[in-house]
């Protein structure tokens, strides 16, 4: 419950200030992808200036999203290695468990007599 309260706090917030943002941003701004003559058509596009920043954040979380999977790699090839062992040690366990119960079946059954 608190987390949806804190994420609400934040996120409410946030969805604000990007819909004044969008707002405030609605003029036609040209991007020339060509250096050498900006004048050029065939390489500049002319969109609100609101959707280039909007762009912009997204190929940046995608960015950071994916710096972030590569850089846990170790920990979850780690995570995958733990796994793997564990279910070969629980394996080998029932099976010395299963010998093992194979073992008391085969054993004569001891005496009843008392020590005294």
């Given at each position: 419950?608190?987390?949806?309260?804190?994420?609400?706090?934040?996120?409410?917030?946030?969805?604000?200030?990007?819909?004044?943002?969008?707002?405030?941003?609605?003029?036609?701004?040209?991007?020339?992808?060509?250096?050498?003559?900006?004048?050029?058509?065939?390489?500049?596009?002319?969109?609100?200036?609101f959707v280039f920043l909007f762009l912009a954040l997204i190929i940046g979380m995608i960015i950071?999203?994916?710096?972030?999977?590569?850089?846990?790699?170790?920990?979850?090839?780690?995570?995958?290695?733990?796994?793997?062992?564990?279910?070969?040690?629980?394996?080998?366990?029932?099976?010395?468990?299963?010998?093992?119960?194979?073992?008391?079946?085969?054993?004569?059954?001891?005496?009843?007599?008392?020590?005294?």
């Amino acid at each position: 419950m608190i987390k949806r309260i804190i994420g609400l706090a934040i996120l409410v917030p946030l969805g604000i200030i990007l819909i004044m943002l969008s707002v405030a941003n609605r003029q036609a701004v040209t991007l020339a992808l060509n250096p050498f003559d900006p004048a050029d058509t065939v390489l500049s596009v002319s969109l609100p200036f609101f959707v280039f920043l909007f762009l912009a954040l997204i190929i940046g979380m995608i960015i950071g999203s994916l710096a972030t999977w590569f850089k846990q790699g170790k920990h979850r090839k780690r995570a995958r290695v733990n796994a793997n062992e564990a279910v070969k040690w629980h394996t080998e366990a029932d099976r010395e468990k299963a010998k093992a119960q194979q073992i008391a079946a085969s054993l004569p059954a001891p005496d009843k007599r008392s020590a005294a």
